[in-house]
């Protein structure tokens, strides 16, 4: 032992340190996921699952589980659903012995659950997307390899994680109804699932809500918006859900379990381009933002129109035609117009990805980012689709008012989209393109369309108009009025507005110079390495 102090230690008899194993050398705690057997197994599944999950939704999940609101809001909710078994057992007391009472008991948990899942989940998902780009901590989260989708899906999963720990509290509960008697289980799972399919559309409309406030102001107005939403769908939820509950009229036949998958699909459709539209949102400008939600909307209308057709051709009622082509003319009359508000300037990488030989051109063309574009698809799409529900009455021999109707929307859609395209060529000179200058243009419009005929008629006659005709040809309310009011409609105001919304629409062709210009660009040798490199 040369070492002294080592000789001092051995002969005073105290332990020494044993020498330290070499930097090769694991400890057998670190091995355990290489290790053979049922728990090896088990250990190498959960670390992949734990690299699979959303790192935002374990963020949130932590985050929002220790909150006050959610921890107020789940004890509330689990002494609110004692309180009123003990009132409802109570009162009831002792007819519950003998008559069925499970609906009574059903009405007070329908609505301990409809509060928290329709109005506390959706306001906490979209205060917590708001509060990432109102702190400024979203920043942190751009510079990670997070896409802007998984940023959103994993603020979704945090508000599903949530709605089924209140789905726990009271699922219980109805199970208690069903022993009462007076309500199966059918007419329960129906009201799970309603009440989960409207939470999750309510909080997918908060999040993108929450991308769209900039400002103070937005961000009131887009939570007031929110609270309005979440009023009106207690209402009509509460309505459906307990009519059928009362009334114990849940039909299982063709048609109806028919009726509810085909807009089940809708309201999937709308949960999807929502989330997709929060995500392009938050997206770098440098992304193609615009053509995933374009090929988004074209297969809304393909299920829309296969919804509304089918319920019509079964229901052998023009009226169902009608409102469908209405409403898919709304549609597209507000995306329309939103889309008249993107950005004109196209990053290489948006400029990368268009179609290379003149075909993929002639067809693809207009899913390409940018106003006009975005103006040329919502014409083209929304003329096929209303004329194409507007034509399925001829297809079985029926009346010809839907056909007519729908080229009267036809004809609205390119009167107004096209005026509001051209004055938003005028504007982004001075103020540039954004979404709410274009629908502050076109609500403009629309109301003009209504004043102005009346105004006209006043100076003339000294009166506003008294009898409709061709003079209300841009009054699109009162056009709309008079067909779902049972009386015929005017042929001559049907092609006054297709000539003037055709004429604007020829206009607006003829300025679409520089959307014809566009071109792909190869991809630089560096980007390819760097995609091709294990890094990027």
Same mark, same amino acid.
């Given at each position: 032992m040369n070492d002294p102090i080592v000789a001092e230690l051995v002969a005073a008899d105290l332990p020494t340190r044993e020498p330290v194993e070499s930097d090769d050398a694991y400890h057998r705690y670190v091995c355990d996921t290489d290790q053979t057997g049922f728990w090896g197994t088990i250990d190498r599944w959960s670390d992949r699952a734990a690299r699979w999950l959303n790192p935002i939704l374990i963020k949130e999940a932590r985050q929002s589980l220790k909150s006050r609101q959610f921890s107020g809001t789940f004890f509330l909710l689990l002494i609110a659903s004692l309180f009123w078994m003990t009132v409802g057992v109570v009162t009831l007391a002792p007819d519950i012995y003998y008559v069925p009472s499970g609906v009574y008991m059903m009405t007070g948990y329908y609505f301990l659950l409809a509060i928290p899942m329709l109005a506390m989940v959706p306001l906490a998902a979209h205060r917590s997307l708001a509060s990432e780009l109102d702190e400024g901590t979203f920043e942190m989260l751009a510079i990670t390899k997070l896409s802007a989708l998984r940023i959103v899906t994993g603020k979704l999963g945090s508000a599903l994680l949530q709605m089924l720990i209140y789905f726990a509290v009271l699922v219980?509960?109805?199970?208690?109804?069903?022993?009462?008697?007076?309500?199966?289980?059918?007419?329960?799972?129906?009201?799970?699932?309603?009440?989960?399919?409207?939470?999750?559309?309510?909080?997918?409309?908060?999040?993108?809500?929450?991308?769209?406030?900039?400002?103070?102001?937005?961000?009131?107005?887009?939570?007031?918006?929110?609270?309005?939403?979440?009023?009106?769908?207690?209402?009509?939820?509460?309505?459906?859900?307990?009519?059928?509950?009362?009334?114990?009229? @849940?039909?299982?036949?063709?048609?109806?379990?028919?009726?509810?998958? %085909?807009?089940?699909? &809708?309201?999937? *459709?709308?949960? !999807? /381009?929502?989330?997709?539209?929060?995500?392009?949102?938050?997206?770098?400008?440098?992304?193609?933002?615009?053509?995933?939600?374009?090929?988004?909307?074209?297969?809304?209308?393909?299920?829309?129109?296969?919804?509304?057709?089918?319920?019509?051709?079964?229901?052998?009622?023009?009226?169902?035609?009608?409102?469908?082509?209405?409403? @898919?003319?709304?549609?597209?009359?507000?995306?329309?117009?939103?889309? %008249?508000?993107?950005? &004109?300037?196209? *990053?290489?990488? !948006? /400029?990368?990805?268009?179609?290379?030989?003149?075909?993929?051109?002639?067809?693809?063309?207009?899913?390409?980012?940018?106003?006009?574009?975005?103006?040329?698809?919502?014409?083209?799409?929304?003329?096929?689709?209303?004329?194409?529900?507007?034509?399925?009455?001829l297809i079985v021999g029926g009346s010809i008012q839907p056909f007519v109707f729908a080229m009267l929307l036809i004809g609205y859609l390119l009167m107004y989209l096209s005026a509001v395209r051209l004055i938003m060529l005028v504007l982004e000179r001075r103020f540039g393109n954004s979404m709410g200058l274009a629908l502050a243009a076109m609500c403009s419009l629309l109301v003009l369309g209504i004043v102005v005929p009346s105004v006209f008629m006043a100076i003339v006659t000294g009166a506003p108009s008294s009898f409709y005709g061709v003079q209300e040809t841009t009054n699109w309310m009162w056009t709309i009025y008079r067909v779902f009011d049972d009386q015929k409609l005017d042929e001559a105001v049907v092609a006054a507005t297709l000539v003037l919304g055709g004429s604007l629409a020829m206009l607006n062709l003829f300025l679409l110079f520089r959307e014809f210009s566009f071109r792909h660009v190869a991809t630089p040798t560096r980007v390819t390495q760097d995609e091709a490199s294990p890094a990027g």
């Amino acid at each position: 032992m040369n070492d002294p102090i080592v000789a001092e230690l051995v002969a005073a008899d105290l332990p020494t340190r044993e020498p330290v194993e070499s930097d090769d050398a694991y400890h057998r705690y670190v091995c355990d996921t290489d290790q053979t057997g049922f728990w090896g197994t088990i250990d190498r599944w959960s670390d992949r699952a734990a690299r699979w999950l959303n790192p935002i939704l374990i963020k949130e999940a932590r985050q929002s589980l220790k909150s006050r609101q959610f921890s107020g809001t789940f004890f509330l909710l689990l002494i609110a659903s004692l309180f009123w078994m003990t009132v409802g057992v109570v009162t009831l007391a002792p007819d519950i012995y003998y008559v069925p009472s499970g609906v009574y008991m059903m009405t007070g948990y329908y609505f301990l659950l409809a509060i928290p899942m329709l109005a506390m989940v959706p306001l906490a998902a979209h205060r917590s997307l708001a509060s990432e780009l109102d702190e400024g901590t979203f920043e942190m989260l751009a510079i990670t390899k997070l896409s802007a989708l998984r940023i959103v899906t994993g603020k979704l999963g945090s508000a599903l994680l949530q709605m089924l720990i209140y789905f726990a509290v009271l699922v219980p509960c109805f199970a208690f109804c069903y022993l009462l008697r007076g309500v199966d289980l059918p007419m329960i799972a129906t009201t799970i699932v309603v009440v989960f399919t409207v939470s999750i559309l309510l909080t997918t409309w908060g999040l993108l809500l929450s991308t769209i406030a900039q400002t103070r102001a937005t961000q009131m107005l887009t939570l007031l918006m929110l609270l309005v939403t979440i009023f009106f769908a207690e209402i009509f939820s509460a309505i459906f859900v307990l009519s059928a509950v009362y009334t114990q009229q @849940l039909i299982w036949d063709l048609e109806a379990l028919l009726f509810t998958g %085909l807009f089940g699909l &809708v309201a999937v *459709s709308c949960m !999807v /381009l929502f989330v997709k539209a929060a995500a392009s949102r938050i997206a770098p400008v440098t992304e193609n933002r615009s053509t995933p939600l374009r090929w988004i909307m074209f297969a809304q209308q393909l299920i829309w129109i296969g919804s509304i057709a089918t319920f019509a051709l079964w229901s052998n009622d023009d009226d169902v035609l009608m409102f469908g082509c209405l409403m @898919l003319a709304g549609y597209w009359l507000l995306m329309g117009t939103l889309m %008249l508000g993107e950005s &004109v300037d196209l *990053s290489p990488r !948006v /400029l990368r990805t268009l179609p290379e030989t003149t075909l993929g051109r002639m067809f693809l063309l207009w899913m390409i980012p940018g106003p006009g574009t975005g103006y040329m698809f919502a014409l083209t799409t929304s003329a096929t689709g209303i004329l194409a529900l507007g034509m399925c009455s001829l297809i079985v021999g029926g009346s010809i008012q839907p056909f007519v109707f729908a080229m009267l929307l036809i004809g609205y859609l390119l009167m107004y989209l096209s005026a509001v395209r051209l004055i938003m060529l005028v504007l982004e000179r001075r103020f540039g393109n954004s979404m709410g200058l274009a629908l502050a243009a076109m609500c403009s419009l629309l109301v003009l369309g209504i004043v102005v005929p009346s105004v006209f008629m006043a100076i003339v006659t000294g009166a506003p108009s008294s009898f409709y005709g061709v003079q209300e040809t841009t009054n699109w309310m009162w056009t709309i009025y008079r067909v779902f009011d049972d009386q015929k409609l005017d042929e001559a105001v049907v092609a006054a507005t297709l000539v003037l919304g055709g004429s604007l629409a020829m206009l607006n062709l003829f300025l679409l110079f520089r959307e014809f210009s566009f071109r792909h660009v190869a991809t630089p040798t560096r980007v390819t390495q760097d995609e091709a490199s294990p890094a990027g």
